[in-house]
């Protein structure tokens, strides 16, 4: 059954990339239901969408479309193997650990029903790794080796608030008919920009995404490749 195994909020630490600042990337599990509602604007907002939950660079994270960060248990199995460490629940910086739920082929508004409290959750985007991510983990090329292998998790929009706990159900209410998924979003952000046309085709993506993919698509279409 498709479910939450885990609800992890941040353990705040001094960031290692950056020590002047702090970061909530070091997430553990809550003992706890957490209170879930849209943070509201990335800059300004109350940051991550749960309740006691901390976003360290809020130039950069949290707000309505990264307001929760979901990831599959099976991902991280997988990462223990291939890295030959051991992977708590929530060591990937994700809010909610997931199992039976395949995150990386959802589709960008992709609804989740989340639990008997009145959480729905909202597929907006892939999580982009950054230097926080690899100075965290201290694995050498990390953010080539997980851009690679293009299992990103999943941000989530809240759209109707609730609780949610260890063992709550996920219910997939509403899956759109485009084809455009987490792990195609990502690739088009990170590694083959002849991908990002057929994002547009995806309404609820995260407005940071569909921007970029925007500002790299001229008119004739054809996605301009970064030097």
Request: aromatic share 6%.
């Amino acid at each position: 059954m498709a479910k939450v195994l885990s609800v992890n909020v941040a353990r705040v630490r001094v960031n290692p990339d950056a020590p002047s600042r702090s970061t909530g990337i070091d997430k553990v599990a809550a003992p706890d239901r957490v209170a879930v509602r849209a943070p509201g604007p990335m800059r300004g907002g109350l940051g991550s969408g749960l309740v006691g939950d901390t976003i360290g660079h809020t130039k950069l994270h949290g707000g309505d479309d990264q307001a929760v960060y979901a990831y599959a248990r099976e991902d991280l199995d997988d990462w223990e193997t291939r890295l030959s460490r051991s992977l708590t629940n929530g060591m990937f910086g994700e809010n909610l650990t997931t199992t039976d739920v395949d995150v990386t082929q959802a589709r960008i508004g992709e609804r989740w029903r989340v639990g008997a409290d009145g959480l729905l959750l909202e597929v907006s985007a892939p999580r982009t790794p950054c230097r926080t991510f690899t100075a965290f983990l201290q694995i050498d090329r990390w953010l080539k080796t997980f851009t690679a292998a293009a299992k990103p998790g999943a941000y989530l929009r809240v759209i109707s608030p609730g609780t949610v706990g260890a063992g709550d159900a996920i219910t997939i209410e509403h899956r759109p008919d485009h084809d455009v998924t987490i792990e195609l979003a990502f690739r088009a952000r990170m590694s083959d920009p002849s991908l990002l046309p057929q994002l547009l085709a995806a309404d609820a993506l995260s407005d940071e995404l569909k921007a970029y993919a925007r500002r790299r698509l001229p008119t004739n279409g054809t996605a301009v490749a970064r030097r």
